[in-house]
């Protein structure tokens, strides 16, 4: 029940947000310095994309998805749900895998364990990175989305783990799902692999 309530709640606050005009280029925020998530997207979006993880911020997500990238768990895993002028959800290493059966993309986690609410005063603006959870605010795993436009009503509902600095064209790019289904997508791009650079 908890990993269906994990693709509503979220789906709940997608179908809030209206689609919004945006301009091109990265979030606008400066680099903290902090270790790096890369992804390499492929599909109808292809690229790379570098997240600032934000440490200070939430150590507990940061950490998280450094360990998922390290061990490979996010190769291969779809963008199953994006929203045009909203967000691009990904990170099911559970269900959500290229090449499997995807149909329960959004419902699953890792085999670690969820973790507690980092919520913070950072705002959902364009190229924010924020984790996926369900009714449960201590119910973060692995799934994360970027924000392609500002979302407000999120802040202090969803842990702000990091931010795009490089890549939000390949962002913008990435293939967007179907509106009557909260964002599904058919066919949906992937991170091909995901990378940690640490200073």
């Known amino acids: 029940m908890r990993n269906i309530a994990r693709r509503t709640v979220l789906a709940a606050a997608l179908a809030l947000a209206a689609p919004a005009a945006f301009a091109q280029g990265n979030s606008g925020v400066p680099d903290t310095g902090g270790p790096k998530l890369v992804l390499q997207i492929e599909g109808q979006a292809q690229g790379k994309v570098v997240i600032d993880l934000l440490p200070d911020v939430a150590p507990k997500a940061t950490e998280r998805l450094i360990t998922l990238a390290k061990d490979g768990k996010y190769d291969n895993v779809v963008f199953h749900r994006v929203i045009d002028g909203f967000m691009a959800q990904t990170g099911d290493v559970q269900f959500g895998k290229k090449g499997g059966d995807t149909s329960m993309a959004g419902m699953g ?7 507690p609410a980092e919520f913070s005063n950072r705002s959902f603006q364009r190229g924010i990175v924020g984790m996926a959870r369900s009714a449960d605010p201590n119910s973060a795993n692995s799934q994360f989305f970027i924000m392609f436009a500002p979302a407000p009503y999120l ?21 967007k799902g179907d509106a009557n289904k909260n964002g599904v997508v058919t066919d949906p791009d992937y991170i091909a692999k995901a990378t940690v650079e640490q200073n």
């Open 109 to 115: 986690g890792s085999d670690l364990p969820d973790l």
């Open 155 to 175: 802040d202090g509902q969803y842990t702000v783990v990091g931010h795009v600095i490089e890549g939000m064209d390949v962002v913008d790019q990435i293939k």
